[in-house]
């Protein structure tokens, strides 16, 4: 249990690190974080407390449509938020374009490991990529759900002033082979039975087992789509980010 819990946590930090380099980077943001950068910037509160307010009010969406948050989902609420903040306050700003865009990369292929990481622990997704699959299990497609609701954030984030460009690009066309790669390397491994020597997959109270490497998790397992789509853990900011 303590493997997994590191995982997790190690994950969600790494995540908020992983958004507090493409701020940094200022080359673009993904989808949801354009959306919580147009509210800080109305409103004046910091980056990571607008995580944690919108993961918080995305998670309540999820009381009608009955789906059960695990320990993963609260976490990713708290932690991404207070830990981007924490990375912004040691990071630079740096100015020559090489070091942006070198930021900007750190901070993808981080985001994908991040995501590994947590998804991987099996403690639930997080609020984002959950109130997409809830949606989806509705009988619609998780490609439209998902497009949709990454479409939408996205638009709303650019008309209250968030960064659009390059790198929300880059994060979209890269989220989905990364988090492809590493969600079946950071899950929990099959175990063997004593009486039967049957591998068995293991999961958690909250969720259903984790397939092993040879098996990617679908949608249903991991909370998110392994493909690209625009923007996508925080957690998890999904986020694939999900989001996050």
């Keep these: 249990m303590s ?12 995540f908020g690190v992983s958004m507090a380099l493409m701020l940094r980077a200022r080359l673009g943001l993904d989808s949801w974080d354009v959306l919580h950068q147009g509210i800080s910037l109305r409103t004046g509160l910091p980056f990571g407390w607008v995580v944690i307010a919108v ?10 449509l009955r789906q059960r948050p695990g320990l993963g989902t ?6 991404v938020g207070l830990a981007v903040d924490a990375a912004l306050d040691v990071l630079p700003a740096p100015a020559p374009m090489w070091a942006r865009v070198a930021f900007l990369a750190v901070g993808v292929v981080a985001n994908g490991v991040a995501t590994g990481l947590y998804i991987g622990a099996g ?3 997080g609020p984002r990529d959950g109130l997409m699959t809830a949606l989806a299990a509705r009988g619609h497609s998780i490609r439209v759900v998902r497009t949709a609701i990454e479409l939408t954030v996205l638009g709303a984030g650019w008309l209250l002033g968030g960064s659009v460009g390059v790198g929300t690009v880059v994060y979209a ?3 989905g082979p990364l ?6 390397r950071f899950a929990s491994r099959p175990t063997t039975s004593a009486s039967g ?10 969720g259903p087992a984790v397939p092993d490497s ?5 949608p249903s397992h991991t909370g998110c789509e392994l493909h690209s789509t625009t923007g996508t853990g925080t957690a998890g900011r999904s986020s694939c980010p999900a989001r996050a």
């Design 179 to 184: 988090a492809h790669y590493f969600i079946p």
């Design 214 to 218: 040879a098996n990617p998790l679908p």
């Design 74 to 79: 609260v976490s990713n609420v708290i932690v």
């Design 123 to 125: 403690l639930g997704p």
């Design 3 to 14: 493997s997994t819990l590191l995982k997790l946590y190690g994950g969600l930090v790494l």
């Design 197 to 206: 020597g049957n591998s068995r997959r293991t999961g958690s109270a909250s």
């Design 55 to 64: 993961g918080a009010l995305v998670l309540l969406l999820w009381v009608p």
């Design 173 to 175: 066309l890269a989220i």
